[in-house]
């Protein structure tokens, strides 16, 4: 058995080798690699297993090849996928290696629930939140369940505030089910009234109850992530609807931010308190926005200004926060709505007695009971590097997104999509760390994101715009730096032009 002490010691000089190797030139494994590893793969559980050393030699020779580079290289665009800095990665195995279960609030056991607490409002700080305005707050598996939290939230006031004129006991969701609470409100549907939905938010419709067909897109035709305020109201002063008003910040496609200022969140605001609604961002990159303060970036701190309004917000730990996967968060403004939903009723064993801290217990705020102790490498990580440190992750992010972008625009044979404004200079400080783009010749167009990934130097995602295919960077690895990643990327995207 070894102490704490010794542990942390051996993980730490692991990581740091791990660091010291240098960037993955590739990002994709060897198509050999890759057909090794499939086939190497064990289909039927052996009855005699093949015992730790062989194991691990088979994770490391057969099967670890023929993993993708994903996080560990900052040349993986592909998604939004994040990177996993190095704080992060040493309190990652210690999660592991103290296997803490953060369910229960047991002050006199542990400090796991303190430090998710803690993690918390230190990311409420980087935020820019008042972590007393959010006391309804906990790390989940991702955005998508954030989102699914916020909706279950948002689901159960909106059901309460369209039946605050009827008299008696509160009519809950939780407690009677989503018919019956439905009936006794007088309604007949709950609707979220958004703009550029992530598909997240529409999943989380399903599995809430309330439909994929209750997610109503209000875009203005011509700017697509921007709400369409007299369709909104409209919606809104139906009479039979309850309403939930989703933001998205900063959408996966373009990066572009539904709101553009506090006004605009105040008018969400004012509503919002009139028509009974909940207002819930998903910010799962966007809200890291807030971190920014030079004015190279001012388009980017006015568009997530005022979010602090909202009545919920999803968050990503495993996108730019770069803590390993799976790491999301959402913060509420309603303490008193969590327990209505996520309330884990008549577990005697697990009752966790008078705690002076106000530290809810984790399984009654929200999906899981037992859970993994995700807060840490969060803790780990902010506290390692403090709000100036992320600032400077996310400000390299940007320079090498508006280095590509500036690139693109250059180059005669790609056009930069989604632009902003009608002049170069705005276009660029709009750009936050998603580049959109497609090549102009329609034929290599259609086989862009397949060449680009061929090449394995670096790794992009394909979508659609205005009907046509386009490829798309999201740069979001801490690692990000313009001198060595640019000329990579120039390079590959010469040579795809070139063969
Ligand atoms: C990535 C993303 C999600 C889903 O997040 P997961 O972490 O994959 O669950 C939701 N919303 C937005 C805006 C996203 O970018």
Known sequence: MHSNAEIISRLSAAIATIHQEPVPQTVLPADEALTHARKSIQQHLPSTGLGLEETIRHLQHDIAPGFNAGSRSPNYYGFVTGGVTQAAALADNLVTAYDQNVQVHLPKETVATNIEDAALSLLCELLKLDPSQWPHRIFTTGATSSNTVGLACAREYVITEASAHKSGTTNSIGELGIVRALRNAGIDEIQIVTTVPHSSLIKAASILGLGRTSVKDVSLKDSPHKFDMPRLEKLLEQPGSASIIAISASEVNTGLFATSGLEEMQQFRKLADTYGAWIHV??????????????????????????????????????????????????????????????????????????????????????????????????????????DGYRDMLERQIELSRAVAEYLEDSEHYELLAKVGDSREIAMNNIYMIVLFRAKNEVLNKELVNKIKDSKKIYLSGTAWEGKPACRFAVSNWQADVKRDLPIIKQVLEDVINT
Not at 329 to 336: A, D, G, I
Not at 355 to 379: C, H, K, Q, T, W
């Open 282 to 387: 998903d910010g799962a990159f966007g809200i890291f926005g807030r971190v920014l303060t030079s004015p190279a970036h001012q388009p980017i701190i006015d568009a997530s200004a005022g979010l602090e309004l909202a009545d919920s917000i999803t968050g990503d730990g495993h996108k730019l926060l770069n803590v390993p996967y799976d790491c999301g968060f959402f913060f509420s403004k309603h303490r008193e709505i969590a327990p209505r939903v996520f309330g884990n009723p008549n577990a005697a064993y697990l009752s966790t007695g008078p705690a002076s801290d106000n530290i809810a217990s984790p399984l009654n705020i929200g999906m899981e009971n037992s859970r993994r102790f995700r807060a840490l490498p969060v803790y780990a990580s902010l506290t390692a590097y403090g709000s």
